[in-house]
């Protein structure tokens, strides 16, 4: 057998195999169930528009069978959206096919890139693959980013800054005022770019503003969107990249982005038209979300204040054995430091109390030492 890890890229070596959380099929075996509830992935459990998957069949019906040719017209939505041009816009199959164009586009080897130690997943491996150099800032005690010592960090070899607002897995938003003060200070040089996966889910005004009008002013800045969240288009893939055309311009060169098949873009058209459904979606999402983090509260847990569709808290109990009692009756979690879990429908919120209520009267969970 010919030895292929030799054939590897040295800095894929260095990487660790990427494991996804568990399955459902695993869990659903290992416990003997007959169904679980995701809420695990920050998935939309809504699911998209109805006019969304009306579109999706007339497009699979009547054009399976060729190329992509939407695009320009996905484009002219989204830029009537935000108030851009469709030359500062990229689209790619989710906004983590705009992060590896980034990485692959401008990290050469030795370039450091700055990341929060709080950083989406996605991002050390981006940087990791194309030999660029991590320099990590910590977070602040309320999870914030550090915005000030971020500025302090960048130096000669600087090329790049990855900032997720609102943070994942922190679910915290960075302040509107500050997050634009600290765009303004950036040398133009340096790539930043705002992952604003989540903003959707944003209530506080002063934390809810998007960072793409800055774009104009400062060219250097590009923002990631994504249609998985607040439109329920997850298993599609699709999302963008709005930044100045000239940035633009560099990701496309060579095949950095990847493709978006022609049922995701009918599908994206339809739903930014429903405006309607976004709101159902935004309306159902914040309030539950309130609702659970009240609930995990009472529980005498500290809960994050959130600007997504997820609550990160801290409870005091030891994080794996909850993960584990709740995938034992069927609720799927994800674990970081703490706990994250996803706001699911109104009857899928109703289940998880109901679990954890069993859990924590049970007594059967371990109490791990509370950190100060």
């Known amino acids: 057998m010919p030895d292929f890890e030799s054939l590897i890229k040295p800095a894929l070596l260095a990487m660790p195999l990427f494991r996804p959380s568990a399955a459902a099929a695993d869990v659903m075996k290992k416990y003997n169930l007959s169904s679980v509830t995701k809420l695990s992935m920050n998935e939309n459990q809504y699911g998209p528009s109805p006019r969304a998957i009306e579109a999706m069949i007339g497009e699979a019906k009547s054009h399976a069978f ?35 164009a980034i990485g692959d586009t401008f990290i050469l080897p030795g370039d450091e890139v700055i990341l929060s130690s709080m950083p989406y997943q996605q991002y050390p491996m981006v940087v990791a693959r194309n030999d660029g150099k991590i320099v990590t800032i910590p977070v602040r005690e309320d999870l914030r980013q550090d915005l000030d010592a971020t500025l302090a960090a960048i130096g000669g070899k600087t090329k790049l800054i990855m900032l997720c607002n609102p943070g994942n897995p922190s679910s915290v938003a960075e302040n509107t005022a500050e997050l634009e003060a600290f765009i ?14 989540y903003l959707d889910f944003a209530t506080d005004p002063e934390r809810k503003k998007s960072m793409i009008p800055n774009i104009e002013r400062h060219p250097n800045l590009i923002v990631v969107r994504t249609f998985s969240k607040l439109y329920g288009l997850a298993g599609l893939r699709i999302g963008y990249g709005v930044s100045s055309p000239e940035l633009i311009a560099c990701l496309s060169r060579g095949g950095a982005l990847s493709s978006v098949n022609r049922l995701a873009m009918a599908a994206a058209i339809a739903a930014l038209e429903d405006e309607s459904y976004q709101r159902f979606i935004y309306d159902s999402i914040t309030e539950d979300r309130e609702m659970l983090a009240e609930r995990f509260r009472g529980y005498g847990w500290a809960v994050y204040p959130s600007s997504t569709n997820f609550l990160y808290f801290k409870t005091g109990l030891d994080a794996g054995a909850l993960l584990e009692a709740l995938q034992a009756r069927g609720i799927l979690i994800r674990n970081f430091e703490f706990n994250r879990i996803s706001v699911g429908t109104r009857e899928q919120n109703r289940a998880l109390l109901g679990a954890l209520d069993e859990i924590l009267h049970s007594g059967a969970l371990n109490r791990a030492a509370r950190s100060a």
Not at 73 to 78: F, Q, T
Not at 184 to 197: F, G, N, T
């Open 66 to 100: 060729q190329y992509p040719d939407r695009q320009g017209e996905l484009l002219r939505a989204i830029a009537q959206k935000h108030g851009v041009t469709p030359q500062g816009l990229a689209i790619s199959a989710g906004a983590s096919g705009i992060l590896n």
């Open 184 to 197: 303004q200070k950036v040398p133009e040089r340096v790539i930043l770019m705002v992952d604003e996966a």
